[in-house]
């Protein structure tokens, strides 16, 4: 599981990669699966996560899927170059 890395991936499906490779090890503990997570995201993303100190896999993927939303939005553009 720790070869599944994000890639070019969006975090969305790379969580869904990371899912379905956890289903195959049945015995995999939740903290070794949180640490597997956070070295297969992007290094950016997982500074992020890693500075909200998420306690689990689910909190991970949120936090993840959050920040990773909020890099890649498009700013507003209000039309003003007023300061």
Known sequence: IGS???GKMS???YSNEFRRYMRLIPKLD???ALFSYMQGLDLVTSTQVRLKQSTNLDEAVFQATVM???RHRPLAYSGSTQI
Do not use: C, L, N
């Open 4 to 6: 599944i890395h994000q």
């Open 11 to 13: 975090v969305a499906a």
């Open 30 to 32: 939740e903290d070794s």
């Open 68 to 70: 990773h939303s909020m």
